[in-house]
């Protein structure tokens, strides 16, 4: 008899610190299993960054440790100059992206030219091979209907030209 859907996870003894650490290990293991890692998107940083960065830090524990009005002034514009850090890099690799579409537009490298204009934004390819459908029964009925249409007519019975054949579904 299980008490529970863990109950495997559980070793009678231990404590719940221990019993919880073989629960995280056990999750690691799923996860590196079955779940495929997330590509991250990588931003490029300059050293200005990463000194902008340093100061927003700063003014934030300087905020945390006396919250007045001046610091949190000095703590807003802190985090717009890394805005605007930011947005000056984003800027640079749009740049640098529409004149890699310029240049292979030049060379006649149509294809290549529209990978990369849908690279800009980011864009994810779109699904092959879903039919749309509100429903699980409307994607079933669009899928028969497909099928009807790319093999010709129904199927044809020999014999009684009455019966039908039943669905499957």
Known sequence: MQLNRYE?????GESAAEAYEHFLQANKEVVKDLIPPRMKTQRKCTPDDANV???VQ???????????????ENLQKAKA?????????????LTSMIQHVEEADISSSHGKSWRLI???PRRKSAKKGVLKGTSKEDRIKNW???FRQL????????GDPDETIQPVF
């Open 53 to 55: 960065r340093k100061d």
């Open 151 to 158: 093999l010709g007519k129904g199927p044809v019975v020999d």
């Open 81 to 93: 100059n890394l805005q605007d850090a930011y947005d000056a890099v984003t800027d640079d690799e």
């Open 144 to 146: 028969q209907q497909y």
């Open 8 to 12: 495997a996870l559980y070793v009678k």
């Open 118 to 120: 849908n690279n800009i």
């Open 58 to 72: 700063h003014m934030f524990l300087k905020y945390q440790k006396h919250p007045n009005n001046n610091n949190h």
